[in-house]
């Protein structure tokens, strides 16, 4: 018997062929298509009927979002051959939903809620998945049956919103795409209304870095503002951290404030990356978090209960402080902006990259074999680069000329 990777897949002659690794595991190699099985008697013991259950084909789209592959159709063998083992029936599975599907037809909304239950409860951004969905998906076609959802609908659905907002047209037609990905994969349609559908707007690579001048006139109109929107804005120009990193930030995740080492300490769940993160405080930033009130759990909640949600609002009012402040509306600008500012200030004040990388919670060029075993986090180093950095920051605003401070060189 062979062993069933892509190599062999590729290269198989028609027929039905039995894993070596996985009892129980095979592919189907057909004149026009490629599917993968799992194959089990039913019942107890020997006399049980085998029965052959098809639950993937090859190169077509997977739950995942990818398309099937030999090692993927191989995990999920494993799984299936393992719920079989514990008395599960995928071909009964199979029936009982066919049987369901035709007494009732579920709806876009029903089965975006089910999808966001089992598909994307794990995910980091639930909430901004859930939101989307709910928003924009729901309202627009959640009424219509899943099976009943064409091309057209689709459409209608991403132009609309790209109308408005062309980005988020894009996030809106990803979501939709893997959910009708994930209804395909357990048969609640037998087509896919995104096929062959491109998202409706062309995105481009941001690379606006603020200059000194434009940074003096944030930092001056965060002041004014106050807390809370004010100090993470602040924050977020010394620290480089993304905005959620700051505006959900707990007490418990700051340590030695009043301390020689002041720092927040972020877990995997709370970064981008699923790696926890240390970001030191330089004195400036420590000082800011000083002068916030402790309300409860969260630093910047409203009472202290829960992350900041009034982004929005204090985007607009910070604009036209900006505004005020410069005599003119500054070019448009977001908050990541400031990250990639700080960024490219430490590159500027002399910061190895890897140390930046470790700033901003990258994993940039400590990813594959050097990630595995370059486990140093730079504590120090980025401890150096962000006080330097905030040492510029105070110059500049204070109108004095800026330097670049000599970095220690490990």
Same mark, same amino acid.
């Given at each position: 018997m062979p062993n069933i990777t892509k190599r062999f897949v590729d290269t198989a002659p028609p027929?039905?062929? =039995? %894993? %070596?690794?996985l009892p129980g595991f095979g +592919? =189907? +190699?057909g004149r026009a298509r490629i599917s993968y099985f799992v194959e089990y008697r039913s019942g107890h013991g020997r006399s049980g009927r085998v029965r052959r259950y098809t639950f993937a084909r090859h190169?077509?789209? #997977?739950?995942?979002?990818?398309t099937w592959t030999a090692e993927k159709a191989r995990r999920e063998a494993l799984k299936l051959l393992g719920r079989i083992r514990e008395g599960f029936d995928p071909l009964e599975e199979r029936e009982r939903a066919e049987e369901e599907r035709r007494r009732h037809r579920p709806t876009v909304a029903e089965v975006a809620e089910e999808w966001l239950r089992r598909d994307q409860r794990d995910n980091r951004d639930f909430p901004e998945v859930a939101r989307i969905v709910r928003r924009y998906i729901v309202p627009a076609v959640g009424d219509v049956p899943f099976e009943k959802l064409r091309k057209a609908d689709v459409l209608r659905l991403v132009e609309g919103v790209a109308e408005t907002a062309p980005v988020m047209a894009n996030r809106v037609f990803a979501r939709l795409r893997r959910m009708c990905r994930w209804a395909l994969s357990r048969e609640l349609i037998e087509r896919d209304p995104t096929a062959g559908l491109e998202p409706p707007a062309k995105e481009r690579s941001r690379d606006r870095v603020l200059t000194d001048e434009e940074l003096v006139v944030i930092w001056r109109a965060a002041e004014h503002m106050g807390f809370p929107y004010g100090h993470v804005v602040r924050l977020l120009i010394l620290t480089g951290c993304r905005r959620e990193e700051i505006g959900a930030l707990r007490w418990e995740e700051v340590h030695d404030l009043e301390g020689a080492e002041p720092r927040i300490e972020l877990v995997g769940e709370r970064t981008k990356t699923g790696e926890p993160r240390i970001v030191p405080l330089s004195e400036p930033? #420590?000082?800011? $978090?000083?002068e916030c009130p402790m309300f409860g759990e969260h630093v910047f909640g409203r009472g202290g209960h829960g992350p900041f949600k009034g982004w929005s609002r204090g985007k607009r009012v910070l604009d036209a402080l900006c505004a005020e402040i410069a005599g003119s509306p500054l070019a448009p600008w977001r908050l990541h902006d400031l990250r990639r500012t700080c960024a490219t200030g430490l590159q500027r004040l002399g910061a190895r990259l890897e140390v930046t990388?470790? +700033? $901003?919670g990258h994993v940039g060029?400590?990813?594959g074999v050097v990630g595995i075993y370059q486990r140093w986090g730079f504590e120090p180093e980025k401890r150096q680069a962000l006080d330097a950095w905030a040492e510029h920051v105070r110059r500049v605003v204070e109108g004095r000329e800026a330097v670049v401070v000599p970095f220690v060189r490990r």
């Open positions: 027929g039905r062929h =039995y %894993d %070596d690794r +592919v =189907y +190699v190169g077509e789209p #997977a739950p995942d979002g990818g930033a #420590a000082a800011i $978090l000083r990388e470790a +700033v $901003l060029s400590r990813g």
